[in-house]
């Protein structure tokens, strides 16, 4: 039975007072001295970032959506930027690893492409510093999109429509791998994840979310340590670590060998919408969230890169599903997105 509003915002404390918090989970807790406290940690940004050196614009937004989904970005005309990053798969594609040029399987799940306007490094292994630098990589892989930077440019040219389209957009610039890169960018920058259960609590409604997920929001800042890397509002430090997922991937550690942190690596995912994101880790290894929780709850596979952080937790079945009930109140009902009219 839900509680009155005054009743629920005292919750999370008497947990405290109730024992459900303790040790070292106390004296964390003890660190955020307030509720309140913890939760401002937590509150959306209210605008979304974008460089100076390319700006947002409705025009380049819309020119970089219907580069995003157009098929003749790859050499067989076949696969889009969207084959893997499908909005009814929360911008992901659903499958433990992404399939590239020729349905050949790749070594790595595709990420989602969520809130990645606030993202410092991209792809998994952190080796572009920007939306901008990350854009034409799977273009013009030749395990993914399998395009060359020449063709891309030379296709689009032939373009009447996309000519029109640049020249508006980029008027100074023209049709070039790095405008073409500005607009994929400038649009993936407006994929933002919506106002979830978890915000509306944050702003104040106290019957946004179950007191279950209330006491997996405690255990999420505490016990399970899951703040220490999935932070802020977009849950995530945009980091590298060795979660002590099982693989020989170096990931990380393949762009910086002399660092022994970062073998086996990989970058923190963002939590938003993550309930329709399965399966998980860099490699898809893992089926759902209950196996997630029960990895780092063994503390995973110890290796000399293995973060410190990642410990044999010691968590019960019921602090399990608490932290399942809290996780899922992330997850937003956002507008489903319509499919662009592709030029001709």
Same mark, same amino acid.
């Given at each position: 039975?839900?509680?009155?509003?005054?009743?629920?915002?005292?919750?999370?404390?008497?947990?405290?007072?109730?024992?459900?918090?303790?040790?070292?989970?106390?004296?964390?807790?003890?660190?955020?001295?307030?509720?309140?406290?913890?939760?401002?940690?937590?509150?959306?940004?209210?605008?979304?970032?974008?460089?100076?050196?390319?700006?947002?614009?409705?025009?380049?937004?819309?020119?970089?959506?219907?580069?995003?989904?157009?098929?003749?970005?790859?050499?067989?005309?076949?696969?889009?930027?969207?084959?893997?990053?499908?909005?009814?798969?929360?911008?992901?594609?659903?499958?433990?690893?992404?399939?590239?040029?020729?349905?050949?399987?790749?070594?790595?799940?595709?990420?989602?492409?969520?809130?990645?306007?606030?993202?410092?490094?991209?792809?998994?292994?952190?080796?572009?510093?920007?939306?901008?630098?990350?854009?034409?990589?799977?273009?013009?892989?030749?395990?993914?999109?399998?395009?060359?930077?020449?063709?891309?440019?030379?296709?689009?040219?032939?373009?009447?429509?996309?000519?029109?389209?640049?020249? *508006? #957009?980029?008027? +100074? $610039?023209? =049709?070039?791998?790095?405008?073409? &890169?500005?607009?994929?960018?400038?649009?993936?920058?407006? !994929?933002?994840?919506? *106002? #979830?259960?978890? +915000? $509306?609590? =944050?702003?104040?409604?106290?019957? &946004?979310?179950?007191?279950?997920?209330?006491?997996?929001? !405690?255990?999420?800042?505490?016990?399970?340590?899951?703040?220490?890397?999935?932070?802020?509002?977009?849950?995530?430090?945009?980091?590298?670590?060795?979660?002590? !997922?099982?693989?020989?991937?170096?990931?990380?550690?393949?762009?910086?060998?002399?660092?022994?942190?970062?073998?086996?690596?990989?970058?923190?995912?963002?939590?938003?919408?993550?309930?329709?994101?399965?399966?998980?880790?860099?490699?898809?290894?893992?089926?759902?969230?209950?196996?997630?929780?029960?990895?780092?709850?063994?503390?995973?596979?110890?290796?000399?890169?293995?973060?410190?952080?990642?410990?044999?937790?010691?968590?019960?079945?019921?602090?399990?599903?608490?932290?399942?009930?809290?996780?899922?109140?992330?997850?937003?009902?956002?507008?489903?997105?319509?499919?662009?009219?592709?030029?001709?």
């Amino acid at each position: 039975m839900m509680t009155s509003a005054p009743t629920q915002r005292s919750v999370l404390t008497a947990l405290l007072l109730l024992g459900v918090v303790t040790g070292a989970a106390h004296d964390l807790w003890a660190q955020s001295r307030s509720v309140d406290e913890l939760k401002d940690r937590y509150r959306r940004p209210q605008t979304v970032p974008f460089p100076d050196d390319n700006s947002f614009t409705q025009d380049r937004a819309e020119l970089g959506k219907l580069l995003f989904f157009d098929p003749r970005l790859s050499a067989s005309s076949l696969v889009s930027c969207a084959t893997c990053h499908n909005p009814a798969f929360s911008w992901g594609d659903g499958l433990p690893k992404a399939l590239g040029h020729g349905m050949r399987q790749l070594n790595r799940r595709t990420p989602t492409i969520l809130n990645v306007a606030w993202a410092d490094a991209l792809f998994w292994d952190g080796r572009a510093d920007t939306l901008e630098a990350q854009a034409l990589g799977p273009i013009t892989s030749p395990d993914e999109m399998n395009l060359s930077s020449q063709e891309l440019v030379e296709r689009l040219k032939r373009v009447p429509r996309y000519v029109t389209l640049f020249r *508006i #957009a980029y008027p +100074d $610039e023209n =049709i070039t791998p790095a405008t073409v &890169a500005k607009a994929l960018a400038t649009f993936e920058r407006t !994929v933002v994840s919506g *106002i #979830a259960p978890f +915000d $509306e609590w =944050i702003g104040g409604s106290e019957s &946004a979310i179950s007191e279950q997920a209330q006491r997996g929001f !405690v255990l999420f800042n505490t016990k399970a340590n899951c703040a220490k890397c999935h932070r802020a509002w977009n849950f995530t430090d945009s980091g590298f670590h060795d979660v002590g !997922v099982p693989t020989e991937d170096l990931g990380r550690g393949k762009h910086l060998p002399k660092l022994g942190g970062m073998q086996h690596a990989f970058k923190t995912p963002t939590l938003r919408n993550v309930n329709r994101r399965a399966p998980y880790m860099h490699n898809g290894s893992v089926a759902t969230l209950r196996e997630v929780i029960d990895l780092y709850d063994t503390g995973g596979v110890a290796r000399p890169s293995r973060s410190p952080d990642i410990r044999p937790l010691s968590l019960t079945s019921d602090e399990k599903e608490a932290l399942i009930a809290f996780l899922k109140t992330l997850t937003s009902v956002d507008p489903p997105v319509c499919l662009p009219e592709l030029p001709r």
